[in-house]
């Protein structure tokens, strides 16, 4: 990460900061990919910052920057229940499929790298009703689960036990 050139690179520097540090404003949060390499206007970083659903929240410190996590699925997902949209889940490894309704892989993916901590994983690759979820390691799977039921919380787990 850090090489500037591409917005993914860029998107993923911001959301990677924004979950893992306290963000009080964009002259901070450009500062901080200053130092990574990413050279940006304040006006790109606004677009970015619409585009990822950044919203500023209050704390018991004060405002900071975090990932909106409530819209992440859009307006197609209110034609069904968003807790009905992932379908299941089975695991090998530290490897992790997971079944959506026909459509909608991309925003589970997206919900699920906006929830999930990079602690727990490398990332998700969408297709249109399948997500291939890789976990950091197999031990993390639990909690990985934990945090998916929090917003899927009808999604059949088909692993009981990943060796």
Aim: one cysteine or more.
């Amino acid at each position: 990460m850090g090489d500037g050139k591409t917005k993914n690179a860029r998107l993923a520097a911001i959301t990677n900061i924004i979950r893992n540090q306290i963000i009080r404003s964009q002259e901070e949060l450009i500062s901080i990919l200053k130092e990574k390499g990413f050279v940006l206007t304040q006006a790109t970083l606004s677009r970015d910052l619409k585009e990822l659903q950044v919203v500023k929240v209050h704390t018991s410190q004060g405002y900071k920057y975090s990932i909106n996590t409530t819209g992440v699925l859009g307006h197609a997902a209110s034609i069904h229940s968003s807790q009905d949209i992932a379908l299941s889940i089975d695991a090998s490894g530290n490897l992790a499929v997971v079944k959506t309704l026909p459509g909608f892989a991309a925003a589970v993916a997206a919900t699920i790298d906006n929830i999930v901590p990079s602690e727990m994983i490398v990332g998700c690759v969408a297709g249109d009703d399948t997500i291939l979820v890789i976990l950091r390691s197999a031990e993390t799977y639990d909690m990985f689960m934990t945090n998916l039921m929090m917003v899927f919380p009808n999604i059949v787990n088909h692993a009981n036990k990943i060796e």
